[in-house]
């Protein structure tokens, strides 16, 4: 016997349409929004400001890897005035070490010495040798981008440095080994370890301690005592 709801069933399923598969390629792709005027100027100020900020920071915060790093802090009035004043009689070349914003260099070319200054940060560079210029200086006074240790000390009469303590024993030696028994050092903030000086201008913060190497023939007679840390206090 027929079973007419089997027969029924049977015959839908004969009669249903195969189902349609979606066609991935008839599909409409979607469509990226073009770059407009306006967002092709936030990309382009974005990245203007990203490229100047990494232009202008990394000088600074790149000599904080070094193992030593020698700050850029600018001179005080009173230090530039008794750096002067330990110049006072002498003449020829000098050389600022971390030359900064080039004043020291710039003070003593204009008092008729030929300076050079030494610094890391190429910025600080330029900014010296424009100062030259405006000073009327560029022919007496050169900055370059250069490392201390890298420096020849042998070629100049006068030596400037407004130091750190990690840097001075290091840079003693270097003294010992490089400089002519006619040099005179001028020692800003920390003074040498080990020699004496010869004179001292100034009192705390703003002294400057005056060194001539221990093999010339007048060491003996004119070396001072050995500054202290607590001088730097008074």
Request: glycine fraction near 6%.
């Amino acid at each position: 016997m027929v079973n007419e709801d089997e027969v029924s069933r049977k015959v839908d399923l004969l009669l249903r349409p195969p189902p349609v598969e979606e066609c991935i390629y008839c599909t409409e792709p979607v469509r990226e929004k073009p770059l407009t005027k306006t967002r092709l100027i936030v990309f382009g100020i974005c990245g203007a400001t990203f490229v100047g900020v990494y232009a202008l920071t990394v000088p600074f915060l790149a000599p904080a890897f070094r193992k030593i790093c020698l700050p850029f802090v600018p001179a005080t009035n009173s230090q530039l005035q008794n750096v002067l004043k330990a110049l006072n009689g002498r003449k020829g070349t000098l050389l600022d070490i971390g030359s900064g914003d080039g004043r020291i260099v710039i003070s003593a070319s204009k008092n008729g010495f030929k300076g050079f200054g030494v610094e890391l940060n190429y910025l600080l560079v330029l900014y010296s040798r424009f100062s030259a210029w405006r000073n009327g200086v560029s022919k007496q006074a050169q900055f370059l981008k250069q490392d201390l240790w890298k420096t020849d000390m042998s070629k100049y009469e006068n030596i400037v440095i407004f130091g750190v303590d990690t840097l001075m024993p290091g840079l003693e030696q270097k003294f010992d080994k490089e400089i002519t028994d006619t040099c005179r050092i001028l020692v800003c903030r920390f003074p040498l370890p080990n020699w004496h000086p010869v004179k001292v201008i100034g009192t705390g913060l703003d002294t400057v301690w005056i060194y001539m190497h221990p093999r010339n023939p007048e060491y003996e007679s004119q070396k001072l005592r050995k500054p202290k840390l607590e001088d730097l206090n008074e």
